[in-house]
């Protein structure tokens, strides 16, 4: 897969692994996101490698980061996606979101799903709606606690 790097203000959005902080992305995902508190590195480490995975950066610092979990060709979910709030307001997800949805192999996948609180509006703009059969959908839904949870155990 080729990798897709470009500039915006002062920060360079790419899909180049190499160019990502993976320690900026388990900091914020284990401190930050209500959805993966205390989640270990390695479990950072395996979604990252497992994905395809689109950053914003200024300097070194990942700022902003998504990731698609997919076969590339039918399926995708959109997961993990979030700005540093230091950050937010400038476009960055916007740019993020278009360079991922612009990609030709991401346009042809059959059915792309994420799940969001907050985030509808962003998301209407990229084709997102709510599921046409909801009742088709199932899920296993493990606590967003869980991480927690299993440092308290060890």
């Given at each position: 897969?080729?990798?897709?790097?470009?500039?915006?203000?002062?920060?360079?959005?790419?899909?180049?692994k190499?160019?990502?902080?993976?320690?900026?992305?388990?900091?914020?995902?284990?401190?930050?996101?209500?959805?993966?508190?205390?989640?270990?590195?390695?479990?950072?480490?395996?979604?990252?490698?497992n994905?395809?995975?689109?950053?914003?950066?200024?300097?070194?610092?990942?700022?902003?980061f998504?990731r698609?979990?997919?076969?590339?060709?039918t399926?995708?979910?959109?997961?993990?996606?979030?700005?540093?709030?230091?950050?937010?307001?400038?476009?960055?997800?916007?740019?993020?979101?278009?360079?991922?949805f612009?990609?030709?192999?991401?346009?042809?996948?059959?059915?792309t799903?994420l799940?969001?609180?907050?985030?509808?509006?962003?998301?209407?703009?990229?084709?997102?709606?709510?599921?046409?059969?909801?009742?088709?959908?199932?899920e296993?839904?493990r606590?967003p606690?869980?991480?927690?949870?299993?440092?308290?155990?060890?």
């Amino acid at each position: 897969m080729q990798h897709i790097t470009t500039s915006y203000k002062d920060y360079i959005i790419t899909t180049d692994k190499s160019l990502m902080n993976l320690a900026d992305i388990h900091k914020w995902l284990s401190e930050e996101a209500y959805w993966s508190k205390e989640i270990p590195y390695d479990t950072v480490r395996t979604l990252f490698e497992n994905s395809y995975c689109i950053g914003a950066m200024k300097g070194t610092e990942q700022i902003a980061f998504a990731r698609l979990v997919t076969d590339y060709a039918t399926f995708g979910y959109l997961a993990d996606v979030y700005v540093v709030e230091a950050h937010r307001g400038e476009g960055i997800s916007k740019q993020m979101l278009d360079l991922l949805f612009g990609m030709d192999w991401v346009k042809y996948l059959r059915r792309t799903m994420l799940s969001t609180i907050y985030a509808h509006d962003l998301y209407r703009k990229y084709g997102f709606t709510e599921c046409r059969y909801p009742d088709r959908l199932m899920e296993i839904l493990r606590s967003p606690d869980m991480y927690k949870q299993m440092t308290e155990e060890t």
